[in-house]
């Protein structure tokens, strides 16, 4: 044999050098990953022998052994599954695929608490070896190799790794672990099997595990025999081996789908919730649907990222990710289906095209909308689920009609009632407290909650006591030029020109306001002649009680400041927005410009103006301009 000696990627050595420490106390996983491996390994062979029988016809029933050798002190554990090539053992041994993975280092902080979550999320996999071993070998061979082609691949996790070509009689694939001191107690059968059926009782696979048993000495057996029976070593199933979905829910423990949501999920987290379903209608399928506990730390940043449900053909595992099940907006949703309505052959192409596919679709939306529905009962777990995930459920309304207003009534934010930035109002908690001659959901989207709270424009809804929802995350801009109306109310942003507060304005009022029209024609003069063709029309607010001006912009709906600044920066040119000044008569810094001379009344009227853009994009283009300006009023120029 040759063997030749390999470098592991900069982040598999980082990754070793860090699970040393921070998996240290949950030492068990290691077995969850391996076994999990040989299980996605007999999966894709079991797969893959549909179309070519021959692949498995020497060793067709499949299984996963578990054999502890104490004189040796190594564990090994054996599958017979699709095995590996020589480079596909360098690759996939020596490398991490997955992606995000620069991205993922990047975030570590070095604080060994915070960082051991993180490595837990992001899945340690093969390399949870080295939590227990000081060395690891593994004997492979692929199912479509030759007996010479087998492979032999070893580490003692230091940076480096051995790999060449050996004979091997079977396919499949050994990993011999050569345990450390302190972990030695996972050679003692009874660790072994507690572990073992905690992380596999849901795999479809038999796992055996080697066991040293007595044998019942024959009737006719001497004294002596009977006295002393013999021993003898041999496999013994230790799991339950049925595939959990297939299982009746109310036999299966939660601890049981906590496990199998690891399994599939490769996530180290319990989830927050689930939901397993047994459907025999048109279309006959079984779900099992999970919320994860956290975000994958590039849910927002890595559109590339892959998501989906596993894929099951009459209980045959048939692909991951088949992001096909679910809309975009749940892409944080983990699970499987399992069907009998699509073919076993099924294609990434032809599942996209199958009427199948499509209600599959319809159907389990509605399921994972359910599940979350449910959770939403539970305040202090809807809204751990929400601090994670509320973002991308935003996203649900523009892109599912269907769902539109279900998943409207999911989401939560902050408002002037609420009185904090955390996001616990829902639209019906708004509806119903709702003024009485109040017909329609008034909304403010700001960059954050201090500006939004803060905002002249509340002021007149405050005074009548309406509620307010206050909005400031990004994706609420996207959210609001999607949706018009929930249960028939409309939606209006406190910035519209209109605030068409209707009935809300009683007859005094409206009159009033066309009187302090009249009142102050001369000063509406004088503030449009300052302004020239800056604003558009210049008018007394109705909305204002403690500030001196705003600015709206003309025709309602327009652009907010912060989707312009998204534009602006992708380099798209927009047309300026056109404004229409509100000023407050009342306020005293109107009062002293109106008592100014001319020219000193400009420098007013720019200050206001200016200031009313301050308070409605909370920047201004040429602040230099606004400091010059305040500068010469203060010193009476
Ligand atoms: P993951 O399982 O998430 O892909 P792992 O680190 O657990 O990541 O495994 C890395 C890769 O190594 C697997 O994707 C697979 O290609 C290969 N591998 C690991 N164990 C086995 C095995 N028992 N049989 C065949 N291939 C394996
Ligand atoms: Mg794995």
């Known amino acids: 044999m040759t063997t030749q000696t390999h470098g592991f990627q900069t982040e598999v050595t980082k990754l070793l050098d860090l699970l040393a420490n921070s998996l240290y106390s949950n030492k068990e996983v290691f077995l969850r990953e391996l076994i999990s491996n040989a299980s996605d390994a007999i999966d894709k062979l079991h797969f893959l022998s549909l179309t070519d029988p021959d692949l498995i016809k020497d060793d067709p029933v499949f299984r996963i052994r578990v054999r502890a050798d104490k004189e040796n002190g190594t564990l090994t554990i054996s599958d017979n599954g699709l095995g590996l090539t020589l480079e596909e053992a360098n690759t996939h041994l020596g490398t991490i695929a997955k992606s995000g993975t620069e991205d993922f280092f990047k975030n570590l902080s070095g604080d060994a608490a915070r960082d051991s979550q993180l490595i837990g999320q992001f899945g340690v ?13 593994v004997v492979s061979r692929s199912a479509k190799a030759a007996a010479e082609e087998g492979v032999r691949w070893e580490s003692t996790g230091n940076g480096t790794f051995e790999s060449g070509n050996v004979a091997r009689d079977a396919r499949g694939t050994d990993v011999i672990l050569h345990l450390k001191e302190e972990a030695k107690n996972f050679l003692d059968e009874w660790t072994l099997r507690e572990a073992i059926t905690k992380y596999s009782d849901h795999i479809s696979v038999p796992v055996e595990l080697y066991v040293e048993r007595t044998v019942e000495p024959a009737e006719d057996a001497s004294e002596e025999e009977k006295k002393n029976p013999k021993k003898e070593w041999k496999y013994e199933q230790v799991n ?30 319990d989830p927050l919730a689930w939901a397993h379903n047994k459907v ?28 989906g449900l596993k894929l099951y053909v009459q209980r045959v595992f048939i692909m991951d990710e088949a992001e096909q099940f679910l809309p975009n907006y749940l892409r944080f949703v983990k699970g499987l289906v399992d069907t009998n309505a699509l073919p076993l052959n099924i294609s990434r192409e032809l599942l996209q095209e199958s009427a199948v596919t499509t209600k599959l679709k319809k159907a389990l939306t509605k399921r994972a909308l359910g599940m979350i529905e449910k959770l939403a009962a539970d305040k202090d777990k809807y809204a751990l689920f929400y601090k994670q995930f509320g973002a991308v459920l935003k996203e649900g309304p523009a892109e599912d009609w269907t769902n539109r207003e279900t998943v409207l009534s999911l989401l939560r ?144 709906q327009r652009l907010t400041p912060q989707m312009r600044r998204i534009y602006e920066a992708a380099g ?49 283009k040429d602040p230099q301009a606004y400091v010059q300006l305040v500068n010469d009023l203060l010193l009476g120029k």
């Open 413 to 556: 934010f902050a408002s002037t009632v609420s009185g904090s930035a955390e996001p616990t109002v829902s639209l019906d908690d708004y509806i119903g407290r709702m003024k009485e001659k109040q017909d329609k959901i008034y909304y403010l989207t700001a960059p954050s909650y201090e500006q939004a709270a803060a905002s002249p424009y509340l002021e007149a809804l405050k005074k009548k006591g309406i509620e307010v929802l206050l909005m400031t995350e990004r994706v609420d801009e996207w959210l609001m030029t999607n949706v018009r109306d929930y249960k028939e109310k409309r939606f209006i942003s406190v910035t519209a020109s209109d605030l068409e507060l209707g009935d809300l304005e009683d007859e005094t009022e409206k009159q009033a306001n066309k009187d302090a029209e009249n009142e102050h024609k001369d000063l509406i003069e004088r503030f449009k002649t300052a302004l020239g063709d800056k604003v558009k029309e210049v008018k007394v607010s109705s909305r204002l009680t403690d500030s001196p001006a705003c600015v709206v912009a003309e025709g309602g």
């Open 572 to 620: 798209q040119m927009l047309p300026e927005d056109t404004w229409i000044l509100e000023i407050n008569p009342s306020h005293a810094l109107i009062e002293k410009a109106a008592a100014a001379d001319e020219e000193h009344f400009k420098r007013y009227a720019e200050l206001v103006f200016l200031q009313a853009q301050l308070a409605d994009a909370g920047s201004l």
């Open 240 to 269: 339950d081996a049925r595939a959990l979905w297939t299982r009746p829910a109310k036999e299966i423990k939660d601890e049981e789908y906590k496990e199998f949501y690891k399994h599939i999920a490769s996530d180290f987290e």
């Open 125 to 137: 996999g093969f390399y949870s070896a080295f939590i227990v071993a000081d060395r690891v070998t």
């Open 280 to 307: 025999e209608g048109e279309i006959e399928y079984t779900s099992l649907l999970y919320l994860p506990a956290r975000a994958p730390w590039d849910l927002f940043t890595n559109m590339d990222r892959k998501h």
